[in-house]
């Protein structure tokens, strides 16, 4: 292993670690409930992961690196991404959990769902400026849903560098779950 493959890894794991904390943070406080992250994994990958088993909300992400813009996304199961939702909708606890098991999502729910996408673009922009990472801004480009086991389509030349994470996410007293972030390495 080189010394700019150990620096790679380290800048990728603090960028990831840095902004899935603040994420965790912004979400916090905007649903009024604890939303725990823990990053279980961080490596580069040659192309997009899908979500397993379950239907997935693709928060897309758009990353601005000097003139380029470069395209990322945090995957989240449908359920999970609907309790935040409904959180940040002020929905008390046993509305969220009627609203769990949705399969199609109604105008305020899509609404509030984008709404999410928009703090969590914040969020890691704020990560990356606190991180001192560079020309780096970052958006967010909308969210959409990804059928299980099928990879989320944001632009992403296949065989480019790809820092993938998995995170081990718990919102408020929900199980804990699996959470994808795919983001081009800003380094």
Request: aromatic share 4%; net charge neutral.
């Amino acid at each position: 292993m080189t010394a700019a493959t150990t620096t790679h890894q380290d800048l990728d794991k603090r960028l990831v670690e840095g902004a899935l904390a603040r994420v965790a943070q912004d979400l916090s406080m905007i649903t009024d409930r604890e939303i725990e992250i823990t990053t279980t994994s961080v490596e580069r990958a040659d192309k997009r992961v899908e979500g397993r088993g379950k239907v997935h909300i693709s928060f897309k992400l758009g990353l601005q690196v000097g003139e380029r813009i470069v395209h990322g996304a945090l995957v989240v199961p449908l359920p999970e991404a609907i309790s935040i939702a409904g959180y940040l909708m002020m929905t008390p606890d046993e509305g969220v959990k009627a609203r769990r098991g949705a399969t199609t999502l109604d105008g305020p729910t899509k609404d509030a769902m984008m709404e999410v996408g928009n703090f969590i673009g914040g969020a890691f922009d704020a990560a990356v400026r606190d991180l001192g990472v560079g020309q780096v801004k970052v958006r967010s480009e909308g969210c959409q849903g990804v059928r299980a086991n099928t990879r989320p389509a944001f632009r992403h030349e296949e065989g480019e560098p790809l820092v993938v994470a998995r995170a081990q996410w718990r919102i408020h007293n929900w199980p804990p779950f699996e959470a994808l972030l795919m983001l081009p390495p800003v380094a």
